[in-house]
């Protein structure tokens, strides 16, 4: 069974910074590009953030200059550090293999973040 775990979310000023964390099995980390989701109350699930094995990064054009994608392939993990977030950014941020390179549905529980003064 494939997981993704992730954590670090929480209640955060705007113009603060957090960051979140995604564990998964090495053998998904080291054969597919991973990325960020997230998914606001009342909207889809959004891509955020894309980055392939080798560490080439995408992201969508509201968390650029903001958001940074990152991984650590010795501990099959990925990160995202949020700076400067907004109210906007207020959603479930889940972490999957791209799914447009391996589509699946075995998302985690996501971690909340919430983004208020």
């Known amino acids: 069974q494939v997981q993704f775990v992730e954590s670090g979310g929480g209640l955060v000023q705007p113009g603060g910074s957090l960051r979140l964390s995604c564990v998964t099995s090495?053998?998904?980390?080291?054969?597919?590009?991973m990325a960020w989701y997230r998914q606001a109350p009342g909207k889809q699930r959004e891509l955020v953030a894309q980055i392939t094995t080798s560490g080439i990064t995408n992201y969508e054009d509201s968390v650029k200059g903001r958001f940074t994608i990152s991984r650590d392939n010795a501990k099959n993990t990925m990160y995202l550090q949020m700076n400067s977030p907004m109210p906007e950014d207020t959603a479930v941020y889940y972490c999957?293999?791209?799914?447009?390179?391996?589509?699946?549905?075995?998302w985690g529980q996501g971690t909340q973040v919430f983004v208020s003064s």
């Open positions: 999957n293999a791209d799914q447009r390179y391996y589509p699946n549905t075995f």
């Open positions: 090495r053998r998904i980390f080291s054969i597919y590009p």
